[in-house]
C-alpha cells in the first residue's frame, strides 16, 4: 500500500520562502513521478510541478522560475523548494504519485495520480 506523508507547510511573508517534503513508501519510489498540486479554498485542485521517473521536470507557468522540484531516492523523498512567495500561493499543497511505472512525461492531469498524501496547508501573508 502506497503512503504519502507531506511535511514542510507553515505561514510566510510574502517574499520568504519554504520547502516542502513529500516521503513515500509501499512501493519502489524510483519507478514512478512525482507531482505537487495545491488547492486553494473554493478552488480545484491545480498542478504545480511534477517530475518524471528519471528526473526530468515541468511547471505551471504561476510557479516557473520561483518553485523547484526535485527528488532524492535514496530518501524516498520529494522536495518543493519554493521562493518568492506570494499570497496567491496561499493553499493546501497535495503530494501525488503516478499510478503508472515510467511514464515518459510529467502529467498535469490529476487522474493520473492514483495516490495522494494528506496535505499541508501553506499560508502566504502580504
Known amino acids: 500500500q502506497v503512503q504519502l506523508v507531506e511535511s514542510g507547510g507553515g505561514l510566510v511573508q510574502a517574499g520568504g520562502s519554504l520547502r516542502l517534503s513529500c516521503l513515500a513508501s509501499g512501493r519502489t519510489f524510483s519507478r514512478y513521478g512525482m507531482a505537487w498540486f495545491r488547492q486553494a479554498p473554493g478552488k480545484e485542485r491545480e498542478f504545480g510541478a511534477g517530475?518524471?521517473?528519471?528526473?526530468?521536470?515541468y511547471y505551471a507557468d504561476s510557479v516557473k522560475g520561483r518553485f523547484t522540484i526535485s527528488r532524492d531516492n535514496a530518501k524516498n523523498t520529494v522536495y518543493l523548494q519554493m521562493n518568492s512567495l506570494k499570497p496567491e500561493d496561499t493553499a493546501v499543497y497535495y503530494c501525488?504519485?503516478?499510478?503508472?511505472?515510467?511514464?515518459?512525461?510529467?502529467?498535469?492531469?490529476?487522474?493520473?495520480?492514483?495516490?495522494w498524501g494528506q496535505g499541508t496547508q501553506v499560508t502566504v501573508s502580504s
Open positions: 517530475i518524471r521517473w528519471d528526473g526530468g521536470t
Open positions: 501525488g504519485a503516478d499510478g503508472r511505472a515510467f511514464r515518459d512525461f510529467v502529467s498535469s492531469s490529476n487522474t493520473e495520480y492514483g495516490y
